[in-house]
């Protein structure tokens, strides 16, 4: 095993027999927020606002003569602060001078890496927390927590495990909030600085700064739904009747358009297809559910805690 940032990872990377595609070993994809509905921060540095209409205005039919009652709609005015993600990195220019295609490609390779892990924690951000019901990798998670409480929730009934999340990603329900104009500040020219080795000795190295400024807007609680506690034993595996229940959870017309879970659940998903398949051929692994695509992602974890909900749902042994 070798780093990029080493000697011996030099000698690989300026192999001339090697592609320039390089394979990776590494989950790190951000499909989730790949696909999502983005838009820049309203205030156009880092502060999104938006409203959120809490109560309809009145209306209804009346008597000819007679009035009703015609109180205007009420909302409140969401101000969320965005998160600043930061994939600035610095490499010895020893290293980045000695790189068969020059200095500035080496240090563009390496923003491509940095750049994607930094998007895969943002995505880690979405679905995991220290409090297993709580979004805390983001600001606004008082909002995004209105998803998981009961009433958007659907209980598999196991012992913690895994999520499945539903989402109506739009410009008025669940975005990406893209602060400073929705620019990625990426420098046009490395910087060359002084580094420290772990033994506090100075080295040359290059620096390239790269930075972004990113939120999540959720529109309301409507615009989310949880499966929870599919922890993979019998009965508590993901099912289709188990994402219709979640389906149920938003409003008629505005349905959710991406479905999240992790390879194991979409592995569950199709298992339990292929139980009710009447010829018995195994069922093909699922691209989407009730004609909503699925989208699989490494960044939702498979050893969640338990959570606790006022309901239980009890799946059938047929699409266990």
Request: glycine share 8%; with cysteine; charged share 15%.
């Amino acid at each position: 095993m070798s780093n990029t940032n080493d000697l011996a990872g030099l000698i690989l990377l300026n192999n001339a027999n090697a592609t320039e595609a390089e394979a990776s070993a590494i989950l790190n994809d951000a499909p989730v927020i790949r696909r999502m509905f983005a838009q820049k921060a309203s205030q156009g540095g880092t502060q999104h606002v938006f409203n959120r209409m809490l109560t309809a205005p009145g209306a209804g039919f009346r008597l000819v003569n007679e009035g009703i009652t015609n109180s205007g709609g009420t909302f409140e005015q969401i101000t969320l602060a965005c998160a600043l993600l930061d994939a600035s990195f610095s490499r010895d220019k020893a290293i980045a001078l000695g790189y068969r295609a020059g200095a500035t490609s080496y240090m563009d390779k390496e923003a491509m890496a940095s750049l994607r892990q930094a998007f895969f924690q943002a995505e880690c951000a979405i679905f995991r927390a220290n409090i297993n019901k709580q979004f805390t990798g983001l600001p606004g998670n008082a909002y995004f927590d209105a998803i998981t409480v009961d009433s958007q929730v659907v209980n598999a009934g196991g012992s913690g495990g895994k999520s499945v999340w539903l989402l109506r990603t739009a410009e008025d329900g669940i975005s990406v909030i893209a602060g400073n104009d929705g620019n990625i500040d990426m420098a046009t020219e490395d910087a060359t600085i002084q580094a420290l080795d772990s033994s506090s000795r100075p080295y040359t190295a290059l620096h390239r700064s790269i930075m972004a400024w990113l939120g999540l807007q959720v529109g309301s609680k409507y615009d989310g739904a949880r499966i929870v506690n599919l922890d993979g034993t019998t009965g508590k595996t993901l099912t289709d009747i188990l994402i219709a229940q979640a389906i149920s959870k938003f409003a008629a017309a505005r349905q959710p358009n991406m479905i999240a879970m992790s390879r194991t659940s979409l592995a569950e998903l199709q298992a339990s297809r292929t139980a009710v398949n009447p010829t018995g051929a195994p069922a093909p692994f699922p691209t989407e559910a009730f004609g909503i695509p699925i989208v699989v992602t490494d960044a939702i974890p498979e050893d969640e805690s338990a959570l606790n909900t006022t309901t239980t749902t009890t799946t059938t042994s047929t699409q266990a």
